[in-house]
């Protein structure tokens, strides 16, 4: 038993004056437990406890989690809708008036309704987010296709979630993006993990990480950086960014050609192992090792440690996934676990690490171009009758699929959309390639956000709709494992803020579409609908009632029926969910970045997070400790392209890429290969990285390659330099 699992014996104490109400954190895919503290006489959230009887995290929560609750009663939130009527100002913060929610909705019905009968249905969208619980996504699908009857809805997770989606989905013919629960973790004897800051973005997942080894087994760690991941591992795979795909064909090759090979669960589970083999092969240690730049032994022992371990989990995160081959990566390290049999069984298998809160449900449910509630296709006839079945909409109505996230704002900048709803994200700063991003919200002839706090994508609102918190309105979200649990008020809304899915009835309603939605009073009646309509579908939540939740810790899906527990262990049975029940072994040749380094741009550019920050950073940059800790981005550089810059820490530089330049202070550090050059991303304005990205997108899953581009850096002139030190 781990230590810590002591813990959960200990109940959290109540106070008199207080009331505790248990829910989890409102930002990562860990979804930590927590109590919120409220106030009886005030009835306000007035602080945080960590759940220890939570199992997943065992009282265990990071930064960001222990001042959560600082969010809800911020000073920054929005009380009122705010109304800008002169569209000169879009782009900056001037101009709103604050208005009545009637007066809000009038414009915005006005608006749609006159764009929609000038150039037609699909001439709005709608961008949203999964910071939002599962009942909300699902209502925004529905919101999208029923009330506005658009082709056009993306979302945020097309920058996170998606090659993992599609790659697990090519290989397993599902995706759910743990095949085991992560009170597993620790027990295994190798973890093998490829393009994750463990340590800072899933922070509470650690303990398992130490407990491997503290039991005598391994940890190989695959980042360009020497994260505080990497630092504890046994072998650090310290590889070029964009090069992941030769590292994981290069495991593969080596588990087989060393006899670690499961002959029988290969021929027995699995499909295409011939031309997978044939495609691995040129991969040797040599070869492989001029492509990543990793040492030839380390190679080797890694492939070792791994077919050697009795159990083992091959885990990865969106260092791998942000590539524009991020699909074939995923696919590329999941081979490991296929060809060696070390999945569909306690304590070995696959997991991404899931980035957002409601990542995993929020991928399921309907916000995707082309997908419908129960993970269904919306370009498959039968999928989009058993959806509109519980929709009441004929199944001629269902809109075509649309285009993903980034293609979008391609298509505001060249008017195919002219209004936007904008809900959950904040592609002002998230977005790649910032200079197209920006004049495409620009382009916009009416754009409606709704946020808790005015973001920078809301400077180019003409509509701002202030929400609520997700500490003041109450449903699922699913975790990283695939587990659904329950998310609990415990503050009424401030001022006037509104929960998301209420405001997609009450402007279904205005819409004249008020038939399909009027009947959502609560957010458990949009629940209950919401599990009606994933039925049948294979992320199936029918099962998953809300007492069933609270009773079991949460519930795993697929869950199909009242009576069904759930399934914690994706594949016990060894069948996976393409037609014939194998796996496809998929064969992936090895092509290079979208953008390698020259002559002009030497260095490779990698983009990604630290502890402090959440995302764009518009809910983290508002709490003090946070923003103290770490209140401006920076460029990190190895102290010997520094020498050969002639640079030092903290002189602030020009980085610059074939999109443009941004002024980063420099920050030394020898944990960072020399090639390389690192920056976080959660700033926006002038600082946001964003500006540099490239939009390079994987031809499967559209996700944008945040993770590499080419870069060059300057001693920034006196002349050049737009920021005041
Ligand atoms: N503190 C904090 N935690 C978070 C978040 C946050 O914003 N802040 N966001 C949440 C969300 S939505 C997400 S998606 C997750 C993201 O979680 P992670 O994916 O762990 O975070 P990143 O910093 O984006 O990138 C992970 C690592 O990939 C490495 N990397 C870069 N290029 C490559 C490459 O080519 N190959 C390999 N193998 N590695 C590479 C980087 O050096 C970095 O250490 O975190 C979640 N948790
Ligand atoms: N360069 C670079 N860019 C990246 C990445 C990277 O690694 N490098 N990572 C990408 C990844 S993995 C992700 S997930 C994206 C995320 O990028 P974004 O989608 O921009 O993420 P957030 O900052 O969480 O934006 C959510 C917004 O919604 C608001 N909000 C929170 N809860 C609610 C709610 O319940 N309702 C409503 N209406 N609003 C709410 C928040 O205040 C915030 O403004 O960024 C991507 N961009
Ligand atoms: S690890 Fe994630 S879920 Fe847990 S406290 Fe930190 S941000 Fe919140
Ligand atoms: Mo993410």
């Not at 973890?191 to 130490?210: D, K, Q, Y």
């Not at 014939?580 to 290079?592: E, F, M, Q, T």
């Not at 770490?630 to 392209?641: D, F, S």
């Not at 980085?655 to 991303?681: C, H, N, W």
């Amino acid at each position: 038993m781990l230590k810590d699992e002591f813990f959960r014996t200990i109940a959290n104490k109540q106070h008199p004056n207080e009331a505790l109400v248990p829910t989890h954190c409102s930002y990562c895919g860990m979804q930590c437990g927590m109590n919120l503290r409220v106030d009886k006489s005030t009835n306000k959230i007035i602080g945080v406890e960590p759940r220890y009887d939570w199992p997943v995290t065992l009282g265990k929560m990071c930064p960001k989690g222990v001042t959560a609750y600082q969010q809800t009663n911020h000073d920054d939130r929005l009380l009122r809708p705010l109304i800008r009527d002169n569209p000169q100002l879009k782009g900056t913060k001037d101009g709103f008036r604050e208005a009545s929610w009637e007066e809000a909705y009038e414009l915005i019905v006005r608006k749609f309704q006159g764009l929609q009968s000038q150039y037609g249905k699909d001439s709005l969208s709608v961008f949203s987010g999964v910071s939002m619980t599962n009942e909300k996504c699902y209502l925004t699908g529905k919101f999208a296709r029923v009330a506005l009857q658009t082709r056009y809805i993306d979302y945020n997770g097309r920058f996170c979630m998606s090659s993992a989606a599609a790659g697990f989905m090519r290989t397993f013919g599902v995706d759910r993006g743990s095949t085991l629960p992560w009170t597993d973790l620790h027990q295994t004897d190798c973890l093998f993990i490829a393009g994750s800051n463990t340590a800072e973005c899933h922070p509470t997942s650690m303990f398992r990480v130490w407990e491997v080894q503290n039991r005598g087994g391994y940890l190989i760690v695959a980042d360009p950086r020497e994260t505080p991941l990497a630092r504890r591992a046994d072998i650090h795979l310290d590889l070029r960014p964009g090069t992941d795909l030769a590292l994981a064909n290069c495991m593969v090759n080596l588990l087989i050609q060393n006899g670690y090979a499961d002959k029988e669960f290969v021929s027995a589970h699995t499909n295409g192992f011939d031309e997978m083999a044939e495609v691995v092969k040129a991969f040797t240690p040599e070869y492989t090792s001029e492509i990543t730049g990793v040492a030839v032994e380390k190679l080797i022992r890694a492939a070792e440690i791994y077919g050697k371990a009795p159990e083992a989990i091959v885990m990865f995160a969106r260092g791998i996934e942000q590539q524009q081959k991020g699909t074939d990566n995923v696919s590329g390290y999941t081979n490991m676990c296929l060809v060696t049999g070390k999945i569909g069984r306690p304590k070995s298998g696959v997991a991404t690490f899931t980035g957002q809160g409601n990542g995993q449900g929020g991928r399921e449910h309907g916000q995707k171009a082309d997908a419908l509630p129960g993970y269904r296709k919306i370009t498959n006839p039968k999928h989009v009758e058993e959806v509109c079945k519980v929709w009441g909409i004929k199944p001629e109505e269902m809109p075509q699929p649309g285009v993903s996230a980034y293609e979008m704002f391609e298509l505001m900048l060249n008017k195919t959309i002219r209004g936007m709803y904008l809900l959950c994200s904040n592609p002002a700063v998230s977005a790649p390639n910032q200079h197209t991003v920006r004049a495409a919200l620009k382009e916009l002839d009416f754009m409606v956000c709704s946020d808790l706090y005015l973001s920078e994508s809301c400077e180019f609102a003409d509509v701002v709709l202030p929400t609520t918190s997700w500490s003041e309105d109450e449903g699922t979200v699913t975790n990283l494992e695939g587990r659904i649990i329950k998310i609990n008020k415990a503050q009424e809304p401030l001022g006037e803020s509104k929960p998301d899915w209420q405001i997609h009835v009450e402007l279904a309603e205005r819409l004249g579409r008020g038939q399909y939605f009027s009947h959502l009073k609560t957010a458990r009646e949009v629940a209950d609908e919401f599990r009606l309509a994933s039925k049948g579908g294979y992320a199936d939540y029918y099962g998953a009632t809300w007492d069933k939740i609270d009773k079991q810790d949460g519930v795993f899906w697929p869950c199909k029926s009242e009576e069904d527990p759930g399934t914690p262990y994706m594949f016990l049975d060894k069948k996976f969910y393409h037609g014939d029940g194998k796996a496809l072994l998929c064969a992936l040749p090895y092509r290079p970045p979208a953008e390698e380094p020259c002559g002009e741009y030497p260095l490779r550019l990698t983009t990604g997070r630290v502890v402090y920050h959440y995302l764009s950073g518009n809910q983290t940059r508002r709490i003090p400790f946070l923003n103290d800790m770490c209140p401006e981005p920076y460029v990190e550089v190895h102290p010997e392209t520094a020498e050969q810059y002639g640079i030092e820490h903290e002189e602030v530089v020009r980085l610059y890429t074939r999109r443009g330049e941004v002024f980063y202070k420099v920050k030394l550090t020898q944990a960072i290969r020399p090639d390389t050059v690192f920056v976080p991303y959660h700033f926006g304005h002038d600082l946001s990285i964003n500006l540099l990205t490239i939009a390079a997108l994987d031809p499967i899953s559209r996700m944008p390659e945040f993770k590499v581009c080419a870069a060059q850096i300057d001693k920034a002139t006196e002349k050049s330099s737009r920021r005041s030190q």
